[in-house]
T-cell receptor, first 108, second 117 residues
Framework: KNEVEQSPQNLTAQEGEFITINCSYSVGISALHWLQQHPGGGIVSLFMLSSGKKKHGRLIATINIQEKHSSLHITASHPRDSAVYICAVLNRDDKIIFGKGTRLHILP | DARVTQTPRHKVTEMGQEVTMRCQPILGHNTVFWYRQTMMQGLELLAYFRNRAPLDDSGMPKDRFSAEMPDATLATLKIQPSEPRDSAVYFC???????????????FGSGTRLTVV
């Protein structure tokens, strides 16, 4: 069993839909990271959180430390949001453990 | 914006050749990671450094891979000899790890796409 599990693996939605990507982890962490990787390959950091909720534009990330779960939400999704979204946790030994990613495709 | 610079962006080499990838972390960052990304395995941690000292390189095939930080502005990942199965995108990331409980953030470089033929 992977230490970081993401769901769904693939998601196709229509433009404008509300998107939720989930991340569950089984190890103790000091922080959780949401990353975005576009088809060109570059990785961009979206959020780093250790508690609560963060919002940036149409993106919202939440984390529940007790339940070992985080969600990434996209409101009013747009085709340019199409990318792979990766959840990564920073464990107590300062290692980053990656999820397998969620491939999101937003149709116009 | 501060960025992590990786060179080269692309590298095609023949099996058996030495490959050196370079990473310039963001000035002031004290932690540097090397990752490899393949279609099959996704992102894998190869090695990481804190204040230039290697903390963990257990993800790296020791017989052919080596990672160093000759100074605070340069991290290198070397493969010798290279093999076709080393073909992947290699990412470097840097961040500032503060005292326990402090905030951390990591910035990724654009990656080096390595093809070994």
């Amino acid at each position: 069993k992977n230490e970081v599990e993401q769901s769904p693996q693939n998601l196709t939605a229509q433009e404008g839909e509300f998107i939720t990507i989930n991340c569950s982890y089984s190890v103790g962490i000091s922080a959780l990271h949401w990353l975005q990787q576009h088809p060109g390959g570059g990785i961009v950091s979206l959020f780093m959180l250790s508690s609560g909720k963060k919002k940036h534009g149409r993106l919202i990330a939440t984390i529940n430390i007790q339940e070992k779960h985080s969600s990434l939400h996209i409101t009013a999704s747009h085709p340019r949001d199409s990318a792979v979204y990766i959840c990564a946790v920073l464990n107590r030994d300062d290692k980053i453990i990656f999820g397998k990613g969620t491939r999101l495709h937003i149709l116009p | 914006d501060a960025r992590v610079t990786q060179t080269p962006r692309h590298k095609v080499t023949e099996m058996g050749q030495e490959v050196t990838m370079r990473c310039q972390p963001i000035l002031g960052h004290n932690t540097v990671f090397w990752y490899r990304q393949t279609m099959m395995q996704g992102l894998e941690l190869l090695a990481y450094f804190r204040n230039r000292a290697p903390l963990d390189d257990s993800g790296m095939p020791k017989d052919r891979f080596s990672a160093e930080m000759p100074d605070a502005t340069l991290a290198t990942l070397k493969i010798q000899p290279s093999e076709p199965r080393d073909s992947a995108v290699y990412f470097c990331a840097s961040g500032l790890a503060l005292a326990r409980g402090g905030a951390r953030g990591y910035t990724f470089g654009s990656g080096t796409r390595l093809t070994v033929v």
